[in-house]
Structure formats: structure tokens, C-alpha cells
């Protein structure tokens, strides 16, 4: 009877086991050091984000005081961006040098110094030499921050903190926004030099609280330092089991070999960059060059589908769409940053939920319907005599949605996708020139938009953006896998295929089915 029991009581424990066996897994909680890594590394980005923000005001007070002409101004307003290639061009080999910690430094020193010469600007010469100064800096800091995030990311987040340096971008807009409004009742020539030396103070924090950031695993590897990197990874990873296999094939990548556990060995020359702008440029393979042309191409649809016109003039464009007084221009454009700011927070949470794919190709067809409405809107108030109220308030709701729809997908996905899909010898290279190829796209943006609407009308402007999203959604649906919960050595087998990576992806998804089942 005991022993009938006891078989009883066995076969319900067993079957507990079993069902146990078939509960989902219970994902993985938020990695608290990598959060704060990421958030640390991503604030550099509050740098460019708070300069855009902070000129689309600045400039109606610099062009009083200086006496400028509108060329003058759309040039200072964009040339920042053109400058910022010096500092991206050279933060790719510098990173792989002095490390990904001390170049996030260097980048809010060099701003700091920037933000400061602009502040104390006495004439349109002066202020052109402190935006040149500031430009290095953003550059260094828009390269270096999505390749460090990534790079101390475990795959379950990696999308979640990828996508901070964007949300620090627009927190920087909507603080420069902000300071724009604070500072616009001081004496004509005091308010915009403080807005624009103001900028000095993010640096200094940048600065101190970089000191309490690790360097990135990968970096540490490539320097031979596996015992640094390992304590790195052990933190920055979901478990143990997590850290060995990052450990694992970021030694591949890095041509160590796998049964190598010494803390500190030697690394080939190649894995510190000797041969990488060969292997990208000159010679690439079919997955390099397919891979290549998304980080490319994505920045520039960035870029070109219009988001710096309607960030860095805001302030014009409401003043065409009939708000004509300084003050209610100042408010509608903070308007503008708070609702970029909140869609970039709600984005975050849904990028390893929902994936990078839907999420993007969703952001560009409702930018690209906000983009029609706007350019509508402003065409009827353009051709009329009357004030149009209804045209204006769908000139207001155009823009808003129209940053809301970027901010949900196209604005952190850019910076997310780029940093993620290059194997780690081409990493910080290739992401160097993804940035580059934003910063001139911005840039010609930048220093054209004022020119473009008085050849074709602000209307005409903005259907020219439509047109660019319409491509950008044709290119981003035939080219692009998902990337969401790969690996970021994983990753590059998707590519190569071009238009046919839908069946490459099939066939790896078979494989990965039939390893499962042998186990």
C-alpha cells in the first residue's frame, strides 16, 4: 500500500516535471549594469540633439544681431553637420586606439570647447570657428555611442539600449527648445549667446560620468585583455551562460583561438584595423557590400525624407503657416520636441518586442502620409490671401504626427540597425561611415532648406520629401532582414543575398529547427 503510494506520488512529481518542461521561458530581467552603461555612453548624443534644437531659434536672433542674410544663416545652421565628418572620419581608428570610453571623453571635451567659443562669438567669423570646433565633437559622439551601446548590449536588449543615443538626441532638441524659449526675453544680443554657451554644461557631465562606464568587451578582446573583457561581459550579460557564448564568438571574430582562456594574449594585426577600409570598400564580399549598402542607405533616407527641415526651422515654418509672433512660434516648437521626445520612450520598449522591420516599415508609410498633409496644408495657406484656420491647425497635426511616425521607427531604428548588422572588425569603420553619410545628407538639408522653399514654395518643399520617404519605403521593404534576437556575430548570415535574404533567412531558420529537434 506504502509502495503504491509512493509510485503515486512519484508519477505526480514526474508529471509536474513534465508540465513544468513545457512553460514557456520567462524572458530574461533587464540587465541593470548594461542599462546604465548604455544610458551613460548614449548621453553624448544629448550634444548634437540639443545644438539642432537650440539654433532653430537661435538663428532669428543671431540674423537680428549680426545683421545676416538668410544664406548665412541656412549655412551656419547646416554646416555644423559637414564639420562633424572630421570628427566621425577620425572616430572610427581613434576608437579602436585609445578605447571606446576615453573617445566618448574626448568628444565632450571637444564640444565643450565648441559650445563655449560660440557663446563668446563677436561677429559671423567667430561663431563659424566654434560651430567647426563643436561639429568634431558631435561627430566623435554620434559615431561612438550606438558602437559602444551595441557592443555592451546582451541580444534580448541590444534594440531597448541601441536605440538610446536617439533618445538622448531628442531629449537634447527639446532642452535646446526649451532654452530657446528661457532665454528669448534677454537683451537681443546677450539671449542667443547664452543659449548657444549653455551648451557647455552637458559636456561636463558627459565627462564625469564617463568615469564610471567599463570599457567595451569587444574593444578589450581586440587589445588581447580577455580577463578585462570576460569581468565586462559577466556583468553586461542575462547570465553566465550568455557571457561564455558572447566571449565565445567575439574570440572568433577576432581570430583567437577558442580554447585560448588566458587573461592576456596576442592579438593579429588585422583585428586592430590594418586592411578594413580595403575589405569595405575595395574588395568587399557579397554579405559586406549588402550590409554596407543598408547602413548607408538608411542614414541617408534619414536624413533625406526631411527631418532636419522640420527640426532645425521649425519656427519658419510656423511663421508660413500663419503664427507669425515670436513667442507662439517658440511654444508650437517645443511642442514639437516634447511629442518627438515621448514617441522616441514609447519606440524603445517596442523594438525587441515587435522587431525592427515592422516597426520601420510602419514609421516611413505614416511619415510619408504627415509629409502630404503638410506639404497640402502649407500649398492653401500659400496661396491664399485669407488666414486659414483649418490649414493652419493641419499644418500643426502634420508635423506633430510626422515627428511622432519618426521617432516610432525611422529615428532610433537608424542607429540601431547600422550598429548592429556589421561583423566587429568593420564595426566602428563602417558605422563611421553610416554617420558620415548622415552628416552630409543633414548638412546639404540644412544649408539648402531656406533656398529650396523660395525656388518651389514651402509646400513644394515638402512634397520633394514625400517623394524621397515613398523611395526610402520600396528600398527599406526589398532589402532589409530582421536582425531582432539575433547575435550580433549571427547577424551578418542574413545578408549577401540582396533582394533573396527572405529564403536565406528561411533556410537558417531550417537549420536552427533541425538542430533543435537533434537535441
Known amino acids: ?159 531597448f539600449l541601441t536605440s538610446f543615443p536617439e533618445v538622448f538626441i531628442n531629449a537634447g532638441i527639446l532642452l535646446g527648445y526649451v532654452s530657446n524659449y528661457a532665454f528669448s526675453k534677454l537683451p537681443l544680443h546677450l539671449g542667443w549667446r547664452f543659449m548657444l554657451g549653455v551648451g557647455a554644461i552637458p559636456s561636463i557631465f558627459l565627462a564625469l ?45 577576432a581570430g583567437i583561438p577558442e580554447d585560448c582562456n588566458d587573461d592576456v594574449v596576442q592579438v593579429s594585426k588585422r583585428s586592430h584595423g590594418e586592411g578594413i577600409w580595403k575589405e569595405l570598400l575595395i574588395h568587399p564580399t557579397p554579405t559586406v557590400r549588402h550590409i554596407l549598402l543598408a547602413a548607408v542607405g538608411i542614414h541617408f533616407f534619414q536624413q533625406a525624407s526631411g527631418i532636419d527641415a522640420v527640426v532645425l526651422y521649425s519656427p519658419r515654418i510656423f511663421e508660413k503657416a500663419g503664427i507669425v509672433k515670436d513667442t507662439p512660434q517658440l511654444l508650437a516648437t517645443i511642442a514639437v520636441g516634447f511629442v518627438k521626445t515621448v514617441f522616441i520612450l514609447v519606440a524603445t520598449f517596442f523594438l525587441d518586442k515587435v522587431g525592427r522591420r515592422p516597426l520601420l516599415l510602419a514609421s516611413v508609410g505614416g511619415m510619408i502620409a504627415s509629409l502630404t498633409t503638410l506639404g497640402f496644408a502649407l500649398t492653401i495657406i500659400d496661396h491664399s490671401d485669407d488666414k486659414i484656420t483649418w490649414a493652419i491647425a493641419l499644418c500643426f497635426i502634420g508635423i506633430l504626427s510626422y515627428v511622432a511616425f519618426f521617432s516610432i521607427g525611422m529615428g532610433p531604428i537608424t542607429w540601431v540597425y547600422s550598429s548592429e548588422i556589421f561583423p566587429l572588425r568593420l564595426r566602428a569603420q563602417g558605422c563611421s561611415m553610416g554617420v558620415a553619410m548622415n552628416r552630409v545628407v543633414s548638412g546639404t538639408i540644412g544649408m539648402t532648406f531656406i533656398s529650396l522653399y523660395k525656388a518651389i514654395s514651402i509646400g513644394g518643399a515638402f512634397f520633394v520629401f514625400t517623394g524621397v520617404a515613398a523611395v526610402g519605403f520600396v528600398f527599406f521593404y526589398t532589402l532589409y532582414p530582421e536582425t531582432r534576437g539575433k547575435n550580433l556575430e549571427e547577424v551578418e548570415k542574413v545578408f549577401g543575398t540582396f533582394f533573396s535574404w527572405r529564403s536565406r533567412q528561411a533556410e537558417l531558420d531550417r537549420q536552427k529547427e533541425a538542430v533543435v529537434a537533434e537535441k
Open 209 to 253: 560620468g564617463v568615469l564610471g562606464m567599463p570599457e567595451s568587451p569587444r574593444w578589450l578582446v581586440m587589445q588581447g585583455r580577455l580577463g578585462d573583457a570576460k569581468k565586462v561581459l559577466d556583468k553586461t550579460s542575462d547570465s553566465l551562460e550568455e557571457s561564455k557564448l558572447r566571449l565565445a564568438d567575439i574570440k572568433e571574430a
Open 1 to 159: 500500500m506504502a509502495d503504491r503510494k509512493s509510485e503515486e506520488n512519484g508519477v505526480s512529481v514526474k508529471s509536474k516535471e513534465l508540465i513544468t518542461d513545457f512553460d514557456p521561458p520567462k524572458p530574461p530581467k533587464r540587465n541593470k549594469y548594461a542599462f546604465a552603461c548604455a544610458m551613460l555612453a548614449s548621453m553624448t548624443s544629448v550634444l548634437l540633439g540639443y545644438d539642432i534644437g537650440v539654433m532653430s531659434g537661435a538663428q532669428k536672433y543671431i540674423e537680428r544681431d549680426l545683421d545676416c542674410t538668410d544664406t548665412q544663416i541656412e549655412i551656419l545652421v547646416g554646416i555644423l553637420n559637414l564639420y562633424s565628418l572630421v570628427g566621425s572620419a577620425a572616430a572610427g581608428r581613434t576608437s579602436d586606439w585609445i578605447g571606446r570610453r576615453y573617445t566618448i571623453v574626448l568628444a565632450g571635451a571637444i564640444f565643450f570647447v565648441g559650445a563655449i567659443l560660440m557663446g563668446f562669438a563677436t561677429n559671423y567669423a567667430f561663431l563659424m570657428v566654434g560651430r567647426f570646433v563643436a561639429g568634431i565633437g558631435v561627430g566623435y559622439a554620434l559615431m561612438i555611442a550606438p558602437v559602444y551601446t551595441a557592443e555592451v548590449s546582451p541580444a534580448s536588449a541590444r534594440g
